[in-house]
């Protein structure tokens, strides 16, 4: 494979949108077949930069070049005309249609009167399946199929409209450990028979296994560009950070006190009212964090909105600081001295068109001093969010900044600063730090780990093998609403953890 | 894939009249030959009358199901219908030209989709309110200048379509009809075909099922939804027209009646196809057209209760298809491009 043919190039491409300057100056070069990392952390520049080869967003200055040839990208439409494929963060694809339907959609191959012709469209199919080693049934419907599988007919979708360039957002946030293999596996494969790919991401270890060179990007601008060979995990996290960061969370033996959260043959309905929690019984220590490791999915969301008052559980017990809960109301458990950081900031963490200000007293805003009879003491509550703000790094231009406008890991930010800064004695954390860069993650891990060492119980539920086995004193797995396994942290392995979330049972790794 | 939830209850029993439909179908089948082969003449009249009161129905379906596959609600098909049916009689009054009277009132429905996707596509309001401003603007127009004493030049006399005019039963029924009915019978098979079968139609099921993934390969969003709802209006404008220009012959105020909003019952009865569409339009018309039937006949039931029997079949038959079907998934929901 001949590398040195260049197939893009982008030159001093600039963008500014009101009051930031997301890309500066940043210069690129992709070579056929490469893979080349974009890493950086949120709000680094990556996604403006790629929505600019995409043509959703147009440079203020600066060229693009593709296979030596100045071009100007209007819409995406002139960017697949390119050879430009985008497979977004956020899959694309119509649920109820068929793989060969969603592929074709757009560029359908049909004849007399715009007749669909499925066959020759699934045979399409079939043949880049085929050619790229992208295992995939043209006629499946996509919601009946796992996400790995869905982001392969993303990639079908591209490779159909002859895309010699890929372009990856995130591919890995939403897969297993082991589909993520799968995928480097393909990028590989693709890289090989001559694609280009462009790999965005900010997790380090990616990047190190599966990357030809690697670019990172801070503050809108490339600062560097090395490959696997010449780097570490550290050096590349300095770089994109900007200071040394502490990947390895520098924690000391845990010193567990009295149980603090009991949890007794929990049984959970989902919203379909299936059985998503089975006969689930842990318990939880003061001054101890224990991880619920599992692919999304297993009945986590179902446990800690059950745990937190949000959902109502059919069979079990709850204890929590020694008093058995009948009936967990959200208010009681705050009242109590446990806090929940909620899977999903947006929709329960926090109130996105209230300011910074408002979003900070959500739990609290009723009793004093925010409080006085019906009125709100606005001077207080203020300051209060102003020493938060301060305390916890939230990086907004003012407390009066709507909390829909902080990027996603000041917005989490807020959260942790809001829940923590109650001095509670249980914290039920689900996804602490999903789709955050490394900055803000080092951040709340550390607050975490130091609420543990005030003597807090902590159950910290998390797909991201790394943060459960980093973090943790003791590892549960989840599999099928079920806790398949407990593990002590120090014996965990990524790989036995992987296999224990793919349901294979603690007893055949044992054999093996 | 079938997702089954077992329930309960009455949604059991309604789980299993779900699978008695064609049980259904066939009973009715052998009950209209039984009373066919008893006296042949009530039972023709019975079902032309089913095919008559289908018709609009059917039509306004077909215009709700373009305009929620390509993710945009219609609720002002009762608007459209009723403003269609004014201007075609005014257009019959003046003119005396039956052609032009019809076109007139597809016309006028079209306008009125375009008007709709223009306040929901393009003034991104809230779809409901769209389509109820239409409704109330149609009533408010056609009550405030209709005058009585209009007279019309005829309407449109059924063509008998040769030999098949002269079959048993379905000779009358089927082949023997005025030209907005035929219309309506070629329309739902059309419908079905481009929906299903060509790109136009994948392209506009896409829209209403997930925007974002036809915007990102090129599909002109805007320009799908405001498409579909024209059309769909102008076929709404048709059903319309068949009311003032086939059905009645003269215009009353009012005259729809609610038969938009069964439409859309209908629609979602049928599950967002035409052929299902039709099937229940046929299944309202039969009830209809029973219950005058009955009334006539002298039964001993009190005629109100008679009465009652298209809308609670309704009832029942929505109650019981409504868990399973699934409507577009982003029907009513705007689309705001990154």
Redesign the interface.
């Known amino acids: 494979m001949d590398i040195s043919i260049v197939v893009l190039q982008a030159n001093g491409i600039t963008k500014r949108f009101p009051g930031v300057l997301a890309n500066d100056h940043v210069d690129l070069i992709l070579h056929r077949g490469e893979i080349l990392a974009l890493l950086g952390e949120n709000g680094a520049g990556k996604s403006t930069l790629m929505n600019m080869l995409y043509g959703l967003y147009h440079p203020d200055q600066g060229e693009i070049w593709i296979k030596s040839e100045l071009v100007r990208l209007r819409s995406p439409h002139d960017a697949i005309a390119r050879g430009i494929g985008m497979v977004h963060q956020h899959f694309q694809l119509v649920p109820v249609m068929t793989v060969a339907e969603n592929v074709m959609l757009g560029a359908e191959i049909s004849g007399f009167g715009g007749r669909l012709n499925h066959r020759a469209a699934e045979q399409r199919v079939r043949n880049l399946s085929q050619q790229f080693g992208l295992e995939v049934d043209p006629t499946a419907v996509i919601e009946d199929l796992p996400v790995g599988m869905q982001q392969r007919v993303e990639i079908i979708k591209a490779l159909y409209r002859n895309a010699e360039i890929l372009i990856l957002d995130e591919p890995t946030a939403v897969l297993t450990p082991q589909e993520s293999d799968e995928l480097f596996r393909i990028m590989r494969e693709l890289a090989q028979q001559g694609v280009s790919i462009i790999f965005i991401t900010h997790k380090l270890r990616e990047v190190l296994e599966v990357a030809d060179r690697i670019s990172v990007l801070r503050r809108g601008a490339v600062v560097g560009t090395t490959t696997p060979a010449e780097s570490t995990r550290e050096a590349l996290a300095r770089m994109m950070v900007g200071r040394d960061v502490i990947l390895q969370i520098d924690k000391g033996k845990a010193r567990p006190q009295e149980v603090v959260l009991r949890v007794e043959n929990l049984a959970v309905e989902d919203d379909r009212r299936q059985l998503a929690v089975k006969n689930v019984s842990f318990e939880v220590n003061g001054g101890q964090i224990v991880g619920i490791a599992g692919v999304q999915g297993n009945g986590q969301s179902e446990l800690a909105e059950a745990l937190t008052g949000l959902r109502r559980y059919t069979a079990g017990h709850v204890t929590l600081l020694g008093e058995t809960m009948n009936a967990i109301s959200p208010r009681r458990m705050v009242n109590m001295g446990a806090v929940h950081i909620p899977e999903d900031r947006h929709k329960h963490g926090l109130v996105l068109g209230y300011p910074v200000v408002d979003n900070m007293i959500l739990t609290d805003y009723y009793r004093a001093p925010f409080s006085r009879g019906f009125l709100l003491d606005r001077a207080s509550i203020q300051a209060y969010a102003e020493r938060l703000v301060r305390q916890y790094d939230v990086r907004t231009p003012s407390i009066f900044v709507l909390a829909s406008q902080l990027s996603g890991g000041n917005q989490q930010k807020l959260i942790v600063a809001r829940e923590l800064a109650r001095k509670p004695k249980v914290i039920i954390a689900n996804q602490p730090t999903r789709g955050l860069d490394v900055g803000s993650i080092e951040f709340i891990h550390r607050q975490i780990v130091a609420a543990r060492d005030g003597g807090t119980g902590i159950l910290l539920i998390s797909a991201e093998l790394d943060e459960i086995i980093s973090l943790s004193d003791t590892i549960l797995v989840m599999y099928r609403g079920q806790l398949v396994a407990s593990v002590p942290a120090a014996e965990a392995t990524r790989e036995g953890l992987g296999l224990l979330m793919a349901g294979v049972h603690a007893d055949a790794i044992e054999r093996a | ?1 079938e ?1 089954t ?1 077992s329930r309960p209850g009455l949604s059991a029993l309604l789980e299993k009249l779900r699978g008695s439909r064609a049980l259904l179908v066939i009973a009715i089948a052998v009950g209209v030959l039984i009373s066919f082969l008893t006296n042949g003449d009530i039972t023709t009249a019975v079902l032309s009358s089913a095919l008559r009161q289908s018709t609009p129905l059917v039509l306004g379906a077909l215009c709700g199901l373009l305009g929620e596959r390509s993710g945009v609600i219609n609720i002002g098909i009762e608007g459209q219908m009723l403003m269609a049916a004014f201007m075609g009689f005014l257009a019959n009054v003046y003119t005396g030209n039956l052609i032009i009277a019809v076109t007139v009132g597809v016309l006028t429905g079209a306008l009125l989709g375009a008007l709709l996707a223009f306040m929901s596509v393009t003034l991104k309001m809230d779809q409901i309110i769209g389509g109820t401003v239409i409704n109330i603007l149609a009533l408010g127009l056609t009550s405030f200048f209709y005058q009585q004493g209009l007279t019309t030049h005829g309407k449109l006399q059924p063509i008998e379509l040769g030999p098949l005019a002269d079959l048993p039963v379905i000779g009358r029924v089927l082949f023997s009809n005025p030209p907005i009915t035929y219309a309506s019978l070629i329309l739902i098979f059309v419908v079905h075909y481009v929906l299903f ?4 139609g ?2 506009t ?2 829209v209403g ?2 925007p ?3 915007d ?4 002109n969003v805007k320009m799908v939804r405001y498409i579909n709802v024209i059309i769909g209006g102008g076929i709404a404008g048709l059903a319309g027209a068949y009311l003032t220009l086939e059905a009645v012959g003269s215009f009353e105020r009012a005259m729809t009646n609610g038969r938009g909003f069964v439409a859309l019952a209908v629609m979602i009865f049928g599950k967002w196809t035409p052929l299902g569409a039709w099937g229940a339009a046929l299944l309202f018309g039969f009830a209809s057209a029973l219950q005058t039937q009955l009334q006539f006949g002298g039964s001993s039931i009190p005629h109100q209760f008679i009465g009652m029997l298209p809308y609670f079949l309704t009832i029942v038959v929505l109650a019981g298809v409504g868990g399973r079907s ?1 409507p577009p ?1 982003a029907v009513g929901k705007l689309y705001q491009p ?1």
């Open positions: 894939m997702k939830i079968y060509t790109r136009w994948l392209r099921r896409a099922e997930h974002g993934a036809a990102t390969v090129g599909i699934r998934a990154e």
